[in-house]
């Protein structure tokens, strides 16, 4: 099997010898391709034009064509014309005759470029006009005795039956102005095609002389509903331009704006000698119908040049960068003259009567050239598609068609050696080797003029090779450019490519901590702080961040053998190595900088770490970040930091740890016992003040306080807090040591204690007592403990007598001892009223029991139970006095729905007892049933899911067997 290299040669052996220019004009084999492209293939040698030969046998000889949006016409002798549709009907031509004189003759054909409007002029002065849809040549009347010999299409306005305002120019040199319609659209059904025909402008003064060239583009709003326009326009020897500005929408004649101004004043003209009678103007425009280049056969040569609508050149010209490109030939025989050119937007093709040669217009270099055999005839003219970009020309009796193919798959190489990297980069993009060529070019170019840094940028686009482009500006120690060239090929490093990547930033790092050691000992401290601004934002970057993350201790070491502290601190803050920067900190005495690192980040344990030292030097603002964290802290956690040894030396420090806590306990709602008991023990010492509230806040129930109530005790009494330790003493239920206490602060504060324990009456009279006996005996106010009775209602005036002394005479408590008496009557006759009426209540009673026992009712076979309604008799059953009657299981489970758990178990046990077969009589049961208070009170279920009435406790019959046996509730 053939190598990629013989396959490339034998493809070029293959190519057709037609079109081949001499064999160092040929372009150089493409180069291999450096490093880093893989699976590239070589360039398509196939050629720029490909010329076809149309298979088409006329029947008379071709005289003129013109081709336009693939709508092909050719003028035949005889006055016919071809009209071909290539895209929708190739193969079918349509064949129109303009005039059957055969005196006259076609002296040149236009097309517009949407190939809807034709113009035919004759060489009588008639001229024609043939729409797309029509197939009748029509007379233009208005234009008759003028020979057409040059058309100025509207590429703006024309349309389906309107070409726009166009210009024409004559064989006798003048310029008209007029619009063609079909006749369905003819303003005010005028006859004429030519809505209007106006002379501008008589280029033949001094001596009749062809038109050969009229082209007109729209340019750029002036103001606005202004816009600029030029025209120019060709002879065989001379190019004028005209420029001027037309209103949007203005009244025809269109131009007169334009020519007007040239009316009065001298002609301006380019004019190039040696003319050969006729010349040719061409015109290329871009992908958005902007002229762009122009191209002028004339005598000496073609002129070319590219448009520029901006004014930026100068107000009586559009064109720039204008030469003169010679015509291709041999200097030992004398070339032929050319009939005809087509411009492209890289190339020039010239037309000669038995040739087509090509021109690069980049570098007039002669790229294409290819003869025609004698046996189809000389050539006659050629003609370019304005919208599909193909090539005809045609002899008499053959027609060819030239594809153009990738025209710019060279001009890379032209720019390139002419040093316009710009566009050399623009026309390669799609070929990574020809665009690694380039830029390595531009890089050499750089280099060499002493633009390092910009050396160094552009070679990091490159493939070349990492280890020559370091070289190089090691060599010429330009660490700037170096380290650009590191930055920008760091950039374009793949992400795999990790190995790499670590080299070039660990390298990168080495350099910037040597300019900047070197800049602080030169003292240079601007320049220090702007390399160190980009020292860090390079640190920043994602992809240096992610690398340095995996290698932080390569890192740590090279700056720390700088001794570069800040920058030590800086990259363990963007590493988030928060400790480290903390610890640094700290061991500066900087307690504000590490408080301020520590609050940015959200490791927890660094808090509990760290809050100690800081707790002891800036309190306040420790607490500040505590409370700003609110409840990402453990709060247990940090009790470490908040405890103190000497209150005294650290009271600020408490008073923080206070704030903190309280935080902690009523804005978190912390339940914690720790905190509660540091909190107290904190107000014990510090706070006294505060101590009461906190308790009463807490409440008295044990099973609700959150401190221990035992280590509360005991620190109030250590701080002598007596008030709080009668508090926490009444919450323990330790009221008789809350009263003795009491007594020694307030009075009132004994009596709110002794009345705690409502459930416990001699427990209160206790206290009340020695509340008494205190009042009595320590402060001699016996007034007010003889109020005491109407405060307690347990104490009387005997319980306080025997607290007298000796001296006291009768005066201080004879109203006392008065309305106690008075009570105890009143209570007296109350107790006589309640035994008479329980004596009668109790022979109700009886009597009532003693007509039950008398009373019975019938069960029928028939009868069911009231609860689930199948035969009563078929089990054992209760009947009642109110008629209901129930299976004992039914009852069983509807009573058991409206009793507590241990009455439920109390009926298990009885029926138990009822089934048990033993000799106990019924009668031993029955006093068991009746203490259940009348069978549970069966009753006072009420029924509540039936429809039966109340049962009341009543005589319950009891199925057994054929007896009846009565059985009382």
Known sequence: MANLIDQYHEASSRAGAGGRVPHHQQRAPPEPIGAGFINARLEDDTPIFNKQRISFTPRSSITHMCVANNILVMAMSGNILLRNDLEHHPDQPEELEISKSLDDSIHNIYLDPTGRHLIVSMKSTENFYLSRNSSKPRALAKLKGNQISAVGWNREKTNNTSTGEILLGTTKGLIIETEIISSEDSR???????????????????????????????????????????????????????????????????????????????ERFLELPGNFGYSCLQFFHDSRGAPKSFAWMTGPGIYYGNIDMSGDYGEDSVTIDTSLIEYPGDEMEEAPLPLSIVLTEFHLLILYPNRLKAICVLNQQLIYDEGFPDKFGKLVNMCKDPVKGTVWAFSKSSVYKYKIIREARDVW???????????????????????????????????????????????????????????????????????????????????????????????????????????????????????????RAFLSTPRVKECVSDNRSLVYELIASHGDVEDMVFFAELMRDFERVITHHLQQDDYPSALQVLSKQDNTELFYKFSPLLMQNIPKETVDVWIAKRGKLESRKLIPALVQYDHLKYRAQGNEAIRYLEFCVQALGVREQAIHNYLLSLYAKLQPDKLMKYLNFQGQDPDLVCYDLKYALRLCLEHDHKEACVHIYSTMGLYEEAVHLALQVDVDLAKMNADKPEEDEELRKKLWLEIARHVVEKEKDIKRAMEFQRECDLLKIEDILPFFPDFVTIDHFKDAICTSLEEYNEHIETLKDEMEEATKSAQEIRTEIQSFRNKYTFIKAQDKCSCCGFPLMTQAFYAFPCTHKFHSKCLTEEVRQHLSASKCHRIDELQRKLSAKSSTPLHSVDPELAKQSQADKVGSCRCRHRSFGVVLPSEVWHWTGTLYSRCCF
């Not at 209007?196 to 007109?216: C, I, W």
């Not at 005209?242 to 009316?263: A, T």
Request: charged share 25%.
């Open 188 to 266: 005010f059904f005028q006859a004429s095609l030519e809505q209007h025909v106006k002379q501008l402008s008589n280029l033949g003064k001094e001596q009749p002389v062809a038109v050969t060239g009229v082209v007109f583009e729209k340019g750029p709003a002036v103001t606005q509903g202004t816009h600029r326009y030029f025209i120019m326009v060709t002879l065989p020897g001379r190019l004028y331009q005209f420029i001027g500005c037309i209103p949007d929408s203005p009244e025809p004649p269109v131009f007169q704006h334009v020519f007007s101004k040239y009316e009065d004043v001298p």
């Open 413 to 535: 190489q032209m720019y390139l050696d002419q040093e316009q990297f710009e566009l050399a980069k623009k026309y390669c993009k799609d070929n990574p080797a020809h665009t690694d060529k380039v830029l390595t070019k531009q890089a050499e170019f750089f280099f060499k003029e002493g633009r390092y840094e910009k050396s160094a940028e552009t070679y990091a686009l490159t493939q070349h090779s990492f280890e020559e482009v370091t070289l190089k500006f090691i060599r010429l120690e330009q660490k700037e450019a170096l380290k650009k060239f590191l930055i920008n090929k760091l950039a374009g490093l793949k992400t795999s490519e990790r190995t790499q990547t670590t080299m070039i930033v660990s390298w990168l790092t080495e350099i910037f901590l040597n300019q900047m050691g070197r800049l602080k000992e030169q003292d240079v401290l601007d320049q220090y702080g702007q390399l160190q601004d980009q020292f």
